[in-house]
């Protein structure tokens, strides 16, 4: 847009030109590359300012809700470190897949507090990976025994024993900023709910619900 007016850089035109479907993952980000095509006397940059995508036939996304919870008997939790309790990420074969986590649940066994966070894109160690259905985008791993880096995206109090209801964490009003995506390096986005219990071995269980699109 320049002085008002729109100036179009470029049209792709696939109408009746091509005998394959021209656009197999349209839920992929908008990205930007520069490539130098010859020996620069600096390092290149490129400044992007904004994008936008619309979509003239409007937006009705079909919608799967899944979950997963873990025992009853709980997940033995730290009083030093957070422990990961459920952590999910997009399998390797569904790059193009999108999966927006919108609600977790969270008791202690003991009447003690505990501490909870939330962390996106961190490194889980341990346990097994097991898909969540075979139409599904997504694996979730209850077994993981740590978990390091990432970035904290919430994090808060939930309390137990009898009497006390389960507290739960509505990522629903964050509009989707949660969803999981394949990085432009291949690599899958983890979305990981941690907790660190008052007292070493305090117990605690906890669920994890999404939402996939397809």
């Given at each position: 847009?320049?002085?008002?007016?729109?100036?179009t850089?470029?049209?792709?035109?696939?109408?009746?030109?091509?005998t394959?479907?021209?656009?197999?993952?349209?839920?992929?980000?908008?990205?930007?590359?520069?490539?130098?095509?010859?020996?620069?006397?600096?390092?290149?940059?490129?400044?992007?300012?904004?994008?936008?995508?619309?979509?003239?036939?409007?937006?009705?996304?079909?919608?799967?809700?899944?979950?997963?919870?873990?025992?009853?008997?709980?997940?033995?939790?730290?009083?030093?470190?957070?422990?990961?309790?459920?952590?999910?990420?997009?399998?390797?074969?569904?790059?193009?897949?999108?999966?927006?986590?919108?609600?977790?649940?969270?008791?202690?066994?003991?009447?003690?507090?505990?501490?909870?966070?939330?962390?996106?894109?961190?490194?889980?160690?341990?346990g097994?990976?097991?898909?969540?259905?075979?139409?599904?985008?997504?694996?979730?791993?209850?077994?993981?025994?740590?978990?390091?880096?990432?970035?904290?995206?919430?994090?808060?109090?939930?309390?137990?024993?009898?009497?006390?209801?389960?507290?739960?964490?509505?990522?629903?009003?964050?509009?989707?900023s949660?969803?999981?995506?394949?990085?432009?390096?291949?690599?899958?986005?983890?979305?990981?709910?941690?907790?660190?219990?008052?007292?070493?071995?305090?117990?605690?269980?906890?669920?994890?619900?999404w939402?996939?699109?397809?």
């Open positions: 847009m320049v002085d008002g007016r729109i100036l850089a470029h049209k792709f035109h696939h109408a009746n030109k091509i394959s479907v021209y656009m197999t993952t349209a839920t992929l980000p908008l990205r930007y590359e520069i490539t130098n095509t010859g020996t620069t006397a600096s390092n290149t940059t490129l400044e992007h300012i904004c994008n936008t995508v619309i979509s003239e036939g409007g937006h009705s996304p079909r919608v799967v809700t899944r979950s997963v919870s873990t025992a009853l008997t709980g997940v033995e939790l730290s009083d030093t470190t957070s422990r990961p309790m459920i952590a999910i990420r997009l399998k390797s074969n569904r790059p193009g897949g999108i999966a927006v986590p919108v609600a977790a649940d969270l008791y202690g066994l003991q009447s003690t507090p505990f501490n909870y966070r939330v962390l996106q894109n961190a490194t889980v160690t341990g097994a990976w097991v898909s969540a259905g075979d139409e599904s985008h997504v694996e979730y791993n209850m077994t993981a025994t740590a978990v390091s880096g990432g970035n904290n995206l919430l994090q808060g109090m939930f309390m137990g024993g009898a009497g006390v209801n389960q507290t739960n964490v509505d990522f629903k009003k964050y509009n989707s949660y969803q999981l995506r394949t990085r432009i390096d291949g690599t899958m986005e983890t979305f990981v709910v941690t907790a660190i219990a008052t007292t070493n071995n305090d117990d605690a269980v906890a669920s994890l619900t939402e996939e699109y397809n």
